[in-house]
């Protein structure tokens, strides 16, 4: 049975639907954002995928590397797991696990992880301790591709304000998506020694896709 850590941001109920509605409303934008990202990832390396939704980046990394890749891939949404695992990933090896990043007790290091639109569903203090289990997953050097909404209220178009509220309210009930605004995450990337590699916007800069390297603890200026 369910306990409340895995029914909480659950896409299980959208699953089916969940990759039309996105291109639905944002067009091939959040693919894009996501695939400009791909040629970072290094030959052979150790892949960490968290909320992968139906796996479709999967194909994409396997049209960039066909082998040699050891992937594992967390969804906490049952539904979502198994349509990622009918993906063709090529000669990659996809270790697929059904739980919430938070229950997952792995004690690899990996060299790139990868997170779309998951920040988006969590309230400050799951951000929080998520943000911290994932950067102490990554290796030192290693890449954080990062996708997600931004959204500046002050000074954004109001529009960006108004879907959000919309797309929030939704996925409330759908989903139990437990956030009610988008928090900047650029902050913790900051503090916690990122270097921003390259940044790309999309949908009016409503999305933004942003490659970020972990500095070595040697390398790390004074701080
Ligand atoms: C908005 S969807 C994005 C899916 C995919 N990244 C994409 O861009 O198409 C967010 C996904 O994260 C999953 N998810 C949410 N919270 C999670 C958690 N704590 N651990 C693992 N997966 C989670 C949801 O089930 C959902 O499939």
Not at 50 to 68: D, M, N, Q
Not at 103 to 129: P, Q
Not at 187 to 214: C, G, H, L, W
């Amino acid at each position: 049975m369910a306990n409340k850590v895995d029914s909480v941001n659950n896409y299980d109920k959208i699953a089916g639907v969940y990759d039309l509605f996105s291109r639905l409303i944002f067009f091939k934008t959040q693919v894009k954002a996501q695939t400009d990202q791909l040629t970072f990832i290094p030959a052979n390396s150790n892949i960490l995928i968290v909320g992968g939704g139906t796996g479709w980046i999967l194909e994409e990394i396997a049209k960039i590397h066909s082998k040699s890749l050891s992937i594992t891939y967390i969804e906490i949404s049952a539904k979502m797991i198994r349509l990622a695992r009918k993906r063709n990933v090529k000669h990659n090896n996809v270790k697929f696990i059904n739980c919430a990043i938070e229950a997952f007790n792995g004690i690899e290091h990996y060299d790139v992880i990868h997170t779309a639109f998951l920040f988006d569903n969590f309230e400050e203090k799951r951000l929080e301790s998520v943000f911290e289990k994932l950067n102490t997953l990554l290796k030192p050097g290693g890449l954080w591709l990062f996708t997600d909404f931004s959204y500046q209220p002050k000074t954004d178009q109001k529009w960006k304000g108004i879907l959000l509220k919309l797309m929030y309210a939704f996925f409330k009930r759908i989903a139990k998506v437990e956030a009610t605004r988008l928090i900047d995450t650029s902050t913790y990337f900051t503090n916690n020694f990122y270097e921003n590699i390259k940044e790309s916007d999309y949908y009016q800069n409503f999305i933004k896709a942003i490659v970020y390297r972990k500095m070595d603890p040697k390398k790390r200026p004074f701080k």
